[in-house]
């Protein structure tokens, strides 16, 4: 079961008014936007959610189909300001993105976004996307895969892993997760250490899915068109899951002097979120809100 993360700390921190024009950019299975619709009282209030999963997309136009002031639409984040440009003629007041994977995903996808589950390696977030995982292990470069393995895995000794992707993907082509698993084995010391392995295992998984889905290029468009389409004394909030994620969400907007914080600091979920929903423990929001004029030195 998907269970939104920071539900109630992101609603708050957005401070929906009933009148708002909203968007939600990675509406997923629609728990966020089911809460945002419910601020949304008044009859000129609207949300549009916004996915580049069709299975996301049909799920929640069922979900929503007798929701009179929400807009669905297919189409990756990263181009938020075309996507809404035929929706509305409304000033956007309020943005939210959750950068982390649905537990759909990772549980009932079968498009190998788990290390835990035998499936194709697919790690596509849009079906439409003609590159898979599998096809980056079997044809991408030797330098291409260390760079990506150290700037979105942050792992630091990715070398034999990587010569034995290459040396061994002719014979034996890359398909399942199962293969990949394997290669990591054989390609990493875990110092008899299961933890470590997961870890490892996490990482890789990490870095050929960001790379997969070009999830750093993806963000930054979006970060630059959202802080831009965003009216003055609105609020964007961005769930994070990473400290790849968080570090260009945090310099993003530390680089805009009209933008500042909306709360005193970075809001983590609580315990009792934690305990029951362990995949939540490293989720970082940040809310921004735009001001109306830019702070004079």
């Known amino acids: 079961m998907h269970r939104p993360v920071l539900l109630a700390e992101t609603i708050s921190s957005l401070a929906i008014a009933p009148t708002d024009c909203v968007i939600d950019a990675t509406m997923g299975y629609g728990g966020h936007s089911q809460k945002i619709i419910e601020e949304l009282i008044d009859p000129s209030g609207r949300l549009i959610g916004i996915d580049q999963d069709l299975t996301s997309i049909a799920h929640c136009q069922e979900k929503f189909k007798d929701t009179s002031n929400m807009t669905i639409v297919h189409g990756n984040f990263s181009n938020i300001d075309t996507l809404i440009q035929p929706l509305t003629s409304k000033p956007v007041n309020k943005i939210m993105a959750d950068l982390g994977m649905s537990s759909v995903h990772l549980d009932t996808s079968k498009r190998g976004f788990s290390f835990q589950k035998s499936e194709p390696l697919d790690m596509r977030m849009n079906e439409l996307n003609p590159h898979t995982a599998a096809d980056l292990l079997n044809h991408g470069s030797a330098e291409k895969l260390l760079k990506i393995l150290k700037e979105y895995g942050e792992l630091n000794r990715p070398d034999r892993f990587v010569e034995i992707i290459i040396s061994t993907r002719k014979a034996h082509p890359y398909l399942i997760t199962d293969d990949l698993i394997v290669a990591i084995k054989k ?15 996490a990482q890789v998984f990490q870095a050929i899915r960001m790379a997969v889905n070009n999830e750093v290029g993806v963000l930054t468009s979006f970060l630059e068109k959202s802080s831009e389409l965003l009216a003055p004394e609105g609020r964007i909030a961005i769930i994070t899951f990473h400290s790849i994620e968080d570090r260009i969400v945090k310099n993003h907007f530390a680089s805009l002097p009209n933008f500042k914080m909306a709360t005193k600091k970075v809001v983590k979920p609580n315990q009792t979120e934690v305990k029951h929903n362990s995949r939540c423990r490293s989720a970082k929001l940040r809310t921004y809100i735009k001001m109306t004029d830019e702070p004079t030195a």
Do not use: D, I
Not at 187 to 201: D, H, K, P, V
């Open 187 to 201: 390609g990493f010391y875990f110092r008899n250490s299961r933890s470590l392995y997961m870890r490892t295992c």
